[in-house]
């Protein structure tokens, strides 16, 4: 199958047919290939090597990293730089995951159906449920986390039924992402609040609020834990 590999040394590799001439044989070569055609951009199935980070692609990324921005968004460059750096804190996620997320909406008889070309981007840990978010985490404190790619194409439907918001898967496939379905969707998941300074500024906004939050929740209730049962039911609009 002809592919991109990102390896984890931050080279991109590109499997192809070649047919020889002389023998009239093909066969599969591989080799090392700098800022990827149109084609290959959009065409080609991309993967990430086993243990392969987004420190990888940043350091692919690097030698063409105006070029990126003319694709990504004027931001990416700065993204490219922060990861590349050192980090204080690096998050103890076990990997990030690429996937799809495909919606049909059907609330208050409106029908909505949103299939967005690129890949979303979150975090993981081992044993967890969860998965986390990373638009306020800094890039350098997640560039050594390995990249996986989940290419599981769901569509879930979603609606309200007495009053409580319903998810149901209702088709299921399997579709290989091209490079720029990947890569675009990191940087859109990254600049999600915009340039590194105003993630930082609407990191630091939030944490002010959750702290006030806390401070009013101490001051009603004290060390007194909440009974969730008592608090009135929030309903989805």
Same mark, same amino acid.
């Given at each position: 199958?002809?592919?991109?590999?990102?390896?984890?040394?931050?080279?991109?590799?590109?499997?192809?047919?070649?047919?020889?001439?002389?023998?009239?044989? =093909?066969?599969?070569?591989?080799?090392?290939?700098?800022?990827?055609?149109?084609?290959?951009?959009?065409?080609?199935?991309?993967?990430?090597?086993?243990?392969?980070?987004?420190?990888?692609?940043? !350091?692919?990324?690097?030698?063409?990293?105006?070029?990126?921005?003319?694709?990504? =968004?004027?931001?990416?460059?700065?993204?490219?730089?922060?990861?590349?750096? $050192?980090?204080?804190?690096?998050?103890?996620?076990?990997?990030?995951?690429?996937?799809?997320?495909v919606t049909y909406d059907t609330f208050e008889g409106e029908?909505?159906?949103?299939?967005? &070309?690129?890949?979303?981007?979150h975090g993981f840990e081992e044993g967890d449920d969860n998965?986390?978010?990373?638009?306020?985490? !800094?890039?350098?404190?997640?560039?050594?986390? $390995?990249?996986?790619?989940?290419? !599981?194409?769901?569509?879930?439907?979603?609606y309200l039924k007495d009053d409580k918001y319903v998810r149901?898967?209702?088709?299921?496939?399997?579709?290989?992402?091209?490079?720029?379905?990947?890569?675009? =969707?990191?940087?859109?998941?990254?600049?999600?609040?915009?340039?590194?300074?105003?993630?930082?500024?609407? =990191?630091?906004?939030?944490?002010?609020?959750?702290?006030?939050?806390? &401070?009013?929740?101490?001051?009603?209730?004290?060390?007194?834990?909440?009974?969730?049962?008592?608090?009135?039911?929030?309903? !989805?609009?």
């Amino acid at each position: 199958m002809e592919k991109l590999t990102l390896k984890k040394n931050g080279t991109l590799e590109l499997t192809y047919w070649h047919c020889d001439e002389d023998s009239e044989e =093909g066969f599969y070569k591989k080799e090392c290939v700098g800022f990827p055609t149109v084609f290959q951009m959009h065409n080609v199935p991309f993967f990430f090597e086993k243990g392969a980070t987004l420190r990888s692609l940043f !350091k692919y990324m690097w030698a063409d990293r105006d070029l990126w921005s003319i694709h990504l =968004g004027e931001n990416a460059k700065d993204f490219i730089v922060e990861g590349l750096l $050192p980090a204080e804190t690096p998050q103890k996620l076990d990997y990030l995951e690429c996937y799809w997320c495909v919606t049909y909406d059907t609330f208050e008889g409106e029908k909505e159906l949103e299939v967005p &070309n690129f890949m979303w981007l979150h975090g993981f840990e081992e044993g967890d449920d969860n998965t986390y978010s990373i638009s306020f985490l !800094k890039t350098n404190e997640i560039s050594n986390i $390995p990249v996986i790619i989940n290419s !599981k194409w769901t569509l879930t439907h979603s609606y309200l039924k007495d009053d409580k918001y319903v998810r149901d898967s209702i088709l299921e496939d399997d579709v290989l992402p091209n490079m720029f379905q990947v890569v675009y =969707g990191i940087f859109y998941e990254l600049g999600w609040y915009g340039a590194p300074e105003k993630r930082d500024e609407e =990191g630091s906004r939030l944490n002010k609020a959750v702290g006030e939050l806390d &401070n009013m929740l101490d001051e009603d209730f004290g060390n007194e834990d909440i009974d969730i049962s008592e608090l009135p039911e929030i309903k !989805k609009p």
